[in-house]
């Protein structure tokens, strides 16, 4: 999935950004699923040296910026994927408040709080009602993984 009009072709709705998101999120479902972030941009971005993110149990989420330039997929817009098992307006509303700084269990995908134009990131969700969200989560990582010669989503630290 390259694009926003091939996440939209699978199932994929929301397509809010983070300051969007973080105003409302009445539009996110409260069902299990998968979702992706997008940065719609192919240029290079600014990292952060600190970030927006929280110090979820004291640990500090901000890496080097030498490791973000590393880790960053030059053209490609997916820069993250993850999946709700139980309620995706939780794990996202989870994801956001980590972005601003409070103390929440989301670290994983704590990258993209150090890109500088984070407030213009894409949220798109899909609800998943007939399988494991996992699994649905794990496949898309997998494709990604071999789509882009062992590497997964810029923010993805793990399969």
């Known amino acids: 999935m390259e694009n926003m009009i091939d996440l939209k072709n699978n199932g994929f709705v929301g397509f ?13 479902t409260d069902f299990p699923g998968v979702y992706v972030v997008i ?6 971005p600014n990292f952060l040296e600190v970030g927006s993110g929280g110090y979820f149990k004291g640990e500090n989420p901000n890496v080097e910026t030498c490791l973000l330039e590393k880790k960053w997929i030059n053209g490609e ?66 494709d990604f993984f071999i789509d882009h010669c062992l590497r997964l989503p810029f923010a993805n630290l793990r399969k």
């Open 16 to 28: 809010k950004t983070v300051a969007e998101l973080k105003l409302d999120m009445s539009s996110v």
């Open 39 to 44: 940065r719609n941009k192919i240029s290079a």
């Open 77 to 142: 817009k997916v820069v993250y994927i993850g999946k709700a098992g139980t309620s995706l307006k939780r794990r996202i509303k989870q994801y956001i408040d980590f972005g601003s700084g409070k103390n929440v269990g989301h670290r994983g995908g704590r990258y993209i709080w150090q890109l500088e134009d984070h407030e213009d990131l894409i949220f798109c969700w899909k609800p998943v009602t007939d399988e494991d969200p996992a699994i649905v989560e794990s496949q898309m990582l997998e």
